[in-house]
């Protein structure tokens, strides 16, 4: 027994023409229908009229060409949206980046680069696209589905023409040879059927149905995608130890939504932080690294729910109807009593948060007075404080950073002013600035602007008996996000889907096997085994090795006969060249 390869001949896609031998011909049929990939026609150009040039232009947009052109052209006009801000992320960014380049800003509202996603020509290329993947896929699947109903084809009239094929010379009949084959082939999940004097069988049908998975999941994560950014919510809030939250659009630092999503659609629950806890590593390369990041809540769903506590911690959202509640910052947040000049409080314990700068959590923000305070001489004036707060201090005559992320050593630091807060002209102000447009500054003895560090429980006092400040202490706070994705499970499903989809597309190959066992002027029964396979592959002659190594042990081959067999109906003799006799 033998096995000779030789090179994989490229199936012609085009109808036969007089030109063909019998045996060409043959072979192409053989070989036909391996994929599922549409046929690549000629170039024409279009009949004139409305419907030949719709024609033309579906058969371009549903080419596979076209989708991997539209699949780049996505990927490309994404890429500004991550380096330009965009207006539904950070709104204060996108105007930062407009007082700083004005003219270029221009532009970019021009081609709608400051609204990437929801921009007119992202879309064009998103539905394009779209359109493009489901006409691909939908004859496709037809085609495909149509091939699993039929049968592999029968066997070319010359095997010899194919990439991998064997011979020998038995004494079984042909009828034994084509049942042994039968049961061979079924043993390894073949598809086979007994055709004209041969037995035909097909495998590998997994690598097209990969193809269709990973183009229908392409297609399930671009509709995920689009409803969830059409019906997406999210929002923050900051909450003190002891405070709480109700989901209402009011009570949102900040929020940001889908263009379909209604308000009124705002799952109904509460909570309320108890406390938050946070430990740090004390010493080591991982010093100031957090070990437990968690915050205590009690949370109930509807106006009359029963509360429940809970335990939110990183990556581990609260999730309640829907909605997510992810734990995503942490810091301090000090309190102060303020009194005027007469010695009355106009600002009762209130604790103020802080932004955190670094690791170590040194903040700053602004503590401010609006209403209620009085000067020595009796006017009303509106207070302001520069504030930074070290949870661990370093000690006198350290830098003002904080050397631990625990509270240690909380030292709070004080820059006075006084004037007007510009909060009454009713424009938006950032709580945690302060805008020194129409402030001055407290004067210490030497000129210099009034300052303090204190530690809690000391008090500040200003100048020319303007009041004071008691640091009374520290509370935390965290911050939370609120987040409705719809859509989120589909497109984990169909990424999954791709990946799999694209693996038994790469992995897995389509090929098809003959036998044909016919009996010879002499008696002696010709055995010929050949198979091919979508593209020239190893995997092919080896299984087709292993299949004759099966076949040939329950049909061995004679004793050596000089006389060549015929079983060809051309004369095509089995040669030496071609076979070897075992």
């Known amino acids: 027994m033998s096995t000779s390869r030789t090179a994989p001949d490229e199936t012609p896609k085009a109808a036969p023409d007089e030109t063909q031998k019998p045996g060409d011909r043959d072979l192409d049929a053989a070989g036909s229908r391996l994929s599922t990939a549409p046929g690549e026609d000629a170039p024409t150009t279009p009949s004139f009229g409305v419907v030949g040039w719709a024609r033309w232009f579906w058969r ?4 596979m060409r ?15 949206g991550s380096l330009i801000p965009q207006t539904g992320i950070d709104a204060l960014q996108v105007d930062d980046f407009r007082e700083r380049h004005e003219r270029l800003s221009q532009v970019y509202d021009a081609l709608g680069l400051f609204n990437v996603y929801s921009s007119v020509w992202f879309s064009a290329i998103y539905i394009l696209l779209f359109v493009s993947l489901i006409g691909c896929i939908v004859p496709r699947t037809w085609q495909f589905v149509g091939q699993l109903r039929g049968r592999p084809p029968g066997a070319p009239r010359r095997l010899t023409r194919l990439p991998a094929y064997t011979t020998w010379r038995t004494e079984t009949a042909p009828e034994l040879v084509h049942q042994h084959a039968l049961a061979a082939l079924r043993k390894r999940r073949f598809r086979v059927h007994a055709t004209g004097g041969s037995v035909a069988a097909e495998k590998g049908y997994l690598r097209e149905a990969g193809n269709l998975v990973f183009h229908i999941a392409l297609i399930v994560m671009l509709i995920a995608f689009a409803w969830g950014q059409l ?3 999210e929002g923050n809030k900051l909450i003190l130890e002891g405070d709480g939250f109700a989901n209402t659009i009011t009570q949102y630092d900040d929020f940001k939504s889908g263009n379909l999503f209604d308000q009124d659609e705002l799952d109904a629950f509460s909570f309320h932080l108890k406390d938050f806890r946070g430990t740090y590593e004390p010493t080591g390369p991982n010093r100031g690294t957090p070990r437990t990041y968690e915050a205590h809540v009690t949370y109930s769903v509807g106006a009359y729910g029963e509360e429940k506590p809970a335990t939110i911690k990183v990556n581990k959202p609260l999730e309640i109807d829907g909605t997510k509640v992810y734990l995503v910052s942490h810091g301090y947040a000090p309190v ?16 103020v948060a802080l932004l955190p700068l670094d690791g170590n959590v040194t903040s700053s923000g602004a503590i401010k007075v609006m209403d209620g305070y009085r000067n020595a001489k009796g006017e009303r004036e509106q207070l302001g404080f520069q504030a930074f707060f070290l949870p661990t201090y370093g000690g006198k005559g350290s830098t003002m950073l904080s050397t631990f992320p625990a509270l240690i050593n909380p030292m709070l630091a004080l820059n006075a002013y006084h004037g007007d807060l ?6 938006l102000q950032n709580i945690y ?5 129409k402030l001055k500054e407290f004067k210490d003895s030497d000129g210099e602007l009034f300052k303090r560090q204190l530690m809690p429980g ?3 006092t200003l100048p020319d008996g303007a009041g004071s400040v008691t640091f009374e202490g520290v509370k935390e706070w965290a911050g939370f996000q609120m987040a409705q994705q719809p859509g989120s499970g589909w497109a984990l499903a169909g990424s999954v889907a791709a990946i799999l989809g694209l693996a038994g597309s790469l992995f897995v190959q389509r090929r098809r096997v003959w036998v044909r066992a016919v009996r010879g002027a002499d008696g002696i029964t010709v055995v010929e085994m050949a198979g091919l396979g979508r593209s020239e592959s190893a995997k092919v002659p080896e ?10 042990e329950r049909a061995p081959a004679a004793p050596d006969d000089d006389t060549p067999a015929s079983p060809d109906p051309d004369s095509h003799a089995v040669s030496a060249e071609g076979a070897e006799q075992q």
Do not use: C, H
Request: glycine share 8%; net charge negative.
């Open 543 to 552: 299984e087709l090795g292993d299949l004759a190594a099966v076949l040939y």
């Open 458 to 460: 000391e008090t500040m």
């Open 422 to 427: 510009g909060v009454d002209a009713g424009l």
């Open 231 to 233: 019906f997406r919510y």
């Open 433 to 437: 600035q302060l805008d020194k447009t």
């Open 60 to 63: 371009q947009l549903t080419s």
């Open 336 to 351: 102060v009593t303020v009194r005027d000049g007469k010695g009355n409080i106009v600002k009762d314990r209130e604790a």
């Open 66 to 80: 076209v989708a991997l052109l539209l699949l780049l052209l996505l990927s490309l006009a994404a890429i500004p």
